[in-house]
């Protein structure tokens, strides 16, 4: 059985272009311990989703869920309030070598648009093909 999927758009606010994307999945969620803080949607998932991360039409990153953790106070940084964290298994944390277009994600999902909208994947058969291909990319 494949792993439950989730697609969590990020904001331009936050990474001004896909260098600074790169930089954060790369070295801060390490730093972070695998917390990845979101502003005010927290998604709904169960622990062992693989969340996918688009930037700018482009899928760039995943990383598997292990836990959803809701601050009582928010953090804020830079200006930006934080209401809570995703907790990511940092083993499973990776950005794509190349990523993926949504001319290549719209093949296999052509119902779901990459927006600014968070989507569940829940297609067993075309999650496979999407991981199948995800996995090619991987750095």
């Known amino acids: 059985m494949t792993k439950s999927i989730r697609i969590y758009p990020l904001s331009t606010e936050e990474f001004s272009d896909n260098c600074d994307a790169k930089y954060y999945f790369k070295n801060s969620l390490k730093e972070q311990n695998g917390e990845f803080y979101y502003r005010k949607k927290s998604i709904n998932a169960e622990i062992g989703t693989i969340v996918l991360f688009q930037y700018e039409q ?20 830079n200006s930006i309030e934080y209401h809570g964290y995703f907790l990511f298994n940092l083993d499973t944390v990776h950005y794509y070598n190349e990523a993926l277009s949504a001319k290549e994600f719209y093949k296999i999902y052509p119902d779901k648009p990459l927006s600014r909208v968070m989507h569940i994947l829940d297609d067993e058969e075309k999650n496979t093909l999407l991981l199948q291909k995800l996995s090619e990319l991987i750095i």
């Open 58 to 77: 482009h899928i760039i990153a995943q990383a598997e869920l292990l836990e959803v953790c809701k601050l009582e106070e928010p953090k804020v940084e």
